[in-house]
Nanobody, 118 residues
Framework: QAQLVESGGGLVQAGGSLRLSCAAS????????MAWFRQAPGKNRAFVAS????????RYADSVKGRFTISRDTAKNTVYLQMNSLKPEDTAVYYC???????????WGQGTQVTVSS
């Protein structure tokens, strides 16, 4: 089992920045990749960004490319999401997820709310 705990959400004005953190514990030695997803009110959960644990290969949703940066600190078992130039449409609950293989996300955090005011 792996446990994921997100932090860093909050209220910010449009154009501002936030950094989310996700601390992993437990079965972290088996993690293949980690990712951030988000779910806005009335919408399905959507992929935001991912990073492979060993090589650090990243991938982003088109909607956040150039504004968000995912990174990880393997010594701290923590993944980050630096969010710049935030827009009201970025408002959502952000979830951290861990995948033990290349295909499925097996573990999820509890989510952290990000609200961007216009």
């Amino acid at each position: 089992q792996a446990q994921l705990v997100e932090s860093g959400g909050g209220l910010v004005q449009a154009g501002g920045s936030l950094r989310l953190s996700c601390a992993a514990s437990g079965r972290t030695f088996s993690v293949y990749k980690m990712a951030w997803f988000r779910q806005a009110p009335g919408k399905n959960r959507a992929f935001v960004a991912s990073i492979t644990w060993t090589g650090g290969t990243t991938r982003y949703a088109d909607s956040v490319k150039g504004r968000f940066t995912i990174s990880r600190d393997t010594a701290k078992n923590t993944v980050y999401l630096q969010m710049n130039s935030l827009k009201p449409e970025d408002t959502a609950v952000y979830y951290c997820a861990a995948a033990m293989t290349a295909w499925d996300y097996n573990y999820w955090g509890q989510g952290t709310q990000v609200t961007v005011s216009s």
